[in-house]
């Protein structure tokens, strides 16, 4: 069925999330008196983004049978010529990234029926999620920079409410606070980059600006000899920065983990960290003209991969490891972007959205069974317990270290040779980073799978470690209490563990059944473009031969001799012999404190950034507000009234004699005046 979707129909996509949300938020919580309790509140938002999925199902289908849309919906305002609308450009990378986000917010929403069960906001998260789904949807279907912004920042903001959910929590307001204040920085430079765009192409929508990239691509920044192509890209790459948590803008993303569970699967999986790598997949045409911005974006994606990789391997809240192992897959996709292997970015996004809200899901179920105790080293032995958890959270780890046949394989491989075939400059030390990365994944993965599910069981017991990480003691409260002694770990309901079924098919299989069309085939022909010029993709193609193929010769290749180490290493670090950790922990204390520490961001940012802005503010406070303001200008002003007051008073003595004298001698000086004026000319 070629021709144009239904617009009217593709407006019920975000506006059915927003319809659940809304009537969730009012008549689910006390602001209108709570007349839908909690049944009402998950039914409307679980409906609502149902349907959501099942139209944009139909629109994945219709789109790869040639449909598309590209129009207004809805014209705001005209400032100057400058069009300000809503509009929806729904090709078939926004198809497939509307069924990702509706698919997984479906799954969070039926697992959040279990999981947060006892909790007093029940309604409002549920709210709160739907909202989220609605923001997302309306960022990624966006034509034009005004509703990508616009979707941009109502992701950052509900993820704000979200991750400050427990907002009695010290930490968790921290956390929000952190996140909010982080991805302004990475805002500041992503406004920055829509206003060149709009000051030198004079317009807010995508096919305009794409018209004259060429244009753009011969101008250069006022004032300097810099390309403005490659600022503006730079600058809306910041942006990403900030959304997809990369170095150095990553801090917030492992704080986030403050929110509930299935927050932190949807943030980290579907939603919001995604938006940049989908923005700079949908600004392919600027990006492929300037490989300075290229480069910029290699680079930092490769730093992002290897050195968060390094963090999960000591993290012990199980929460936290996957938080870093989420931060290190943004850095490959961001690798793939600088590579100009868009397609495989994207590719791995879909492959990640499945198999990383299916750990953390799994993770969530862990908590729920160990009665909220997240810390790893008290576990141990939980697969007799938690068959279901079990054996999905084994499906998405050998998912996430790239196994061959699992989805992330494919992506994953894709990615590490589309970097080996990049020319770029930085490309040498991005092959080195993510080919690392597959060691230090595997190793963190199933470091934490082999402590939380195998060995010991060491839960119901008082847990002392001479090298516990202390990091996040602070955040051990009334959410974090533990099973008591006798105790045992139970299977999560049926509404935990459904999600987590439905969500490890795809984590086993799409990769295979999807790696052809969308890399290889004409999935996104027209959508994403890459200059002759490089040349990754075209390699990669070369050696295609089919899914089976490519599996079967990832068996021999490095990535997976490496992936099959970092397991070993594992198994034999906290399976057999635990005495290793531990003499690396005693030999090696300078590393584990640098990586204990973050390598020192937090403490850089709260001296320098944190710190400048306080001592700013108290310069300004001082010689602004007290000497300026109260000291000059209010006590100042009266010290002269009282002075000026002083001396007129003096002039007042009542005396009649004293007035005529002064009157005479007005008189005196002004004839003196007189006098002298032929003179003075």
Not at 83 to 108: P, Q
């Amino acid at each position: 069925m070629a021709g144009q979707l239904n617009p009217n129909l593709l407006l019920a996509v975000p506006l059915a999330p927003l319809a659940g949300a809304a009537i969730a938020g009012l008549f689910g919580t006390r602001f209108f008196g709570n007349k839908i309790g909690r049944t009402g509140s998950h039914t409307v938002t679980i409906l609502g983004v149902l349907v959501a999925f099942i139209i944009s199902c139909q629109t994945l289908l219709a789109v790869m049978d040639g449909a598309s849309f590209n129009g207004t919906i809805y014209n705001w305002m005209t400032v100057a010529g400058v069009k300000l609308e809503i509009g929806f450009l729904v090709d078939s990378l926004t198809a497939m990234m509307m069924c990702v986000v509706t698919f997984v917010s479906l799954m969070v929403h039926i697992y959040t029926i279990g999981y947060m069960a006892e909790d007093e906001g029940y309604n409002r998260f549920f709210s709160y999620i739907s909202l989220f789904t609605f923001s997302m949807l309306m960022l990624v279907m966006s034509n034009n920079f005004l509703q990508l912004f616009f979707g941009w920042e109502a992701v950052g903001l509900v993820s704000y409410l979200l991750i400050g959910f427990w907002y009695t929590r010290p930490t968790a307001i921290f956390a929000n606070m952190k996140a909010f204040l982080v991805n302004r920085v990475g805002d500041f430079g992503f406004i920055l980059g829509i206003g060149l765009l709009l000051a030198y192409a004079g317009s807010m929508n995508y096919a305009e600006v794409f018209a004259k990239r060429e244009a753009l691509a011969q101008l250069t920044l006022p004032g300097s000899d810099w390309m403005l192509l490659t600022v503006a890209c730079i600058c809306l790459f910041i942006g990403a920065m900030g959304k997809s948590a990369q170095f150095p803008l990553h801090v917030w993303l492992p704080d986030s983990m403050e929110g509930p569970t299935p927050i932190s699967a949807l943030i980290h999986a579907a939603t919001m960290v995604t938006a940049g790598i989908f923005m700079v997949t949908r600004m392919s045409p600027l990006f492929e003209l300037s490989d300075a911005a290229l480069s910029f974006v290699l680079v930092i994606g490769a730093i992002t991969a290897l050195f968060m990789g390094f963090l999960g391997i000591i993290q012990n809240d199980i929460k936290r490891v996957v938080a870093y192992s989420t931060l290190s897959q943004l850095g490959y996709m961001t690798v793939a972007l600088g590579a100009s292997a868009y397609s495989v970015a994207v590719f791995h996004l879909m492959t990640h959205a499945f198999f990383k809200a299916l750990l953390f899901l799994a993770a969530g179920a862990v908590i729920i069974g160990m009665h909220h105790d997240q810390d790893i080293r008290n576990m141990g032995g939980l697969r007799k317990y938690m068959p279901i958890t079990w054996i999905t959270s084994l499906l998405g780890s050998l998912a996430l270290i790239g196994t061959p046949f699992f989805s992330g394989f494919y992506s994953k491989d894709s990615i590490i040779e589309a970097v080996h075939a990049s020319h770029l400059p930085g490309a040498g030390f991005a092959y080195f980073a993510v080919l690392a990365g597959v060691f230090v994944t595997a190793f963190y993965s199933f470091r934490m799978y082999f402590l939380v599910f195998h060995g010991e069981e060491r839960f119901g017991k008082p847990h002392h470690d001479e090298h516990q990480d202390h990091s996040h003691d602070e955040h051990a409260d009334e959410h974090h209490h533990g099973l008591a002694p006798g105790q045992k770990p139970h299977e999560a309901p049926l509404v935990v563990t459904l999600p987590l079924i439905l969500l490890a098919i795809p984590s086993v299989l799409i990769g295979f059944f999807t790696i052809g069309p969308m890399l290889f085939g004409d999935f996104f022909k027209g959508v994403v473009f890459v200059s002759d010029k490089h040349e990754a993709m075209k390699e990669l193609a070369g050696h295609w031969h089919g899914a089976v193929a490519m599996a079967v010769h990832g068996l021999s290749t490095a990535p997976f001799w490496l992936a099959l180490a970092g397991v070993a290493s594992s198994y034999y670090c906290y399976m057999i012999n635990p005495r290793v950790p531990a003499w690396f922990y005693r030999n090696f204390s300078g590393i584990y404190k640098l990586l204990d520490n973050k390598y020192y961001m937090d403490k850089f940012n709260d001296v320098v950034f944190s710190g400048g802005a306080r001592a700013l503010g108290r310069g300004l406070w001082n010689a602004g507000d007290r000497s300026l303001i109260d000291g000059l200008i209010v006590n100042g002003s009266a010290r002269a009234v009282g002075w000026l007051s002083a001396i007129t008073r003096t002039l007042q003595t009542g005396y009649i004699y004293h007035y005529a004298f002064t009157m005479i001698l007005g008189i005196a000086l002004y004839l003196g005046y007189l006098l002298l004026l032929p003179y003075l000319k």
